[in-house]
T-cell receptor, first 112, second 112 residues
Framework: DSGVTQTPKHLITATGQRVTLRCSPR?????VYWYQQSLDQGLQFLIQ???????AKGNILERFSAQQFPDLHSELNLSSLELGDSALYFC???????????FGQGTRLTVV | AQSVTQLGSHVSVSEGALVLLRCNYS??????LFWYVQYPNQGLQLLLKYTTGATLVKGINGFEAEFKKSETSFHLTKPSAHMSDAAEYFC??????????FGTGTRLQVFP
């Protein structure tokens, strides 16, 4: 158990809908990362937050957004969902951006 | 820009045989290099990492990797495969330990 908690574990939703994925980082970790794992694109970095502020952005679609709250948990919002958004979404956390990141078990999103 | 190439999407070995998973990287700055393992329906677990210092890095579960700057490689090895090593392995590069750029993964099968 990495100490990073992601909910829900599985999510099935229809095209056009909006979902929110939640991540609770390890106790004391200030930095949160979101990654997407799909068969087409592999593992891709989406976005990073550090202590509530956006720090880095990767291949994140405009339909996707994220935030990190004062209690340091993070949410990834996916809207206007398409079939191609079906993937495993991982959250990772680290104490600071320059220390080892620990991954959660992921949320498997299926868009039908 | 940084990138990672993992040669061989599938590797099969017999139990007790040497495991060799190949990873080559491209980076315009001194890289930080990582190997992660993903078991079915699990998150990513860090096996080992190279940041600075000794180029031969030992990790968990008997794995090790050697950073070879002249060959831009960071191959993962284990002298004797065990059935429990069957999983997907990802090589990743980073400028520090910040956002990770992953390779496409190598699925390791271990036969009795």
């Amino acid at each position: 158990d990495s100490g990073v908690t992601q909910t829900p574990k599985h999510l099935i939703t229809a095209t056009g809908q909006r979902v929110t994925l939640r991540c609770s980082p390890r106790s004391g970790d200030l930095s949160v990362y979101w990654y997407q794992q799909s068969l087409d694109q592999g593992l891709q970095f989406l976005i990073q937050y550090y202590n509530g502020e956006e720090r880095a952005k990767g291949n994140i679609l405009e339909r996707f957004s994220a935030q990190q709250f004062p209690d340091l948990h993070s949410e990834l919002n996916l809207s206007s969902l398409e079939l191609g958004d079906s993937a495993l979404y991982f959250c990772a956390s680290s104490y600071t951006p320059n220390t080892e990141a620990f991954f959660g078990q992921g949320t498997r999103l299926t868009v039908v | 820009a940084q990138s990672v190439t993992q040669l061989g999407s599938h590797v099969s070995v017999s139990e007790g045989a040497l495991v060799l998973l190949r990873c080559n990287y491209s980076s315009s700055v001194p890289p930080y290099l990582f190997w992660y393992v993903q078991y079915p329906n699990q998150g990513l677990q860090l096996l080992l990492k190279y940041t600075t210092g000794a180029t031969l890095v030992k990790g968990i579960n008997g794995f090790e990797a050697e950073f070879k700057k002249s060959e831009t490689s960071f191959h993962l090895t284990k002298p004797s495969a065990h059935m429990s090593d069957a999983a997907e392995y990802f090589c990743a590069v980073s400028r520090n330990t910040d956002k990770l750029i992953f390779g496409t993964g190598t699925r390791l099968q271990v036969f009795p």
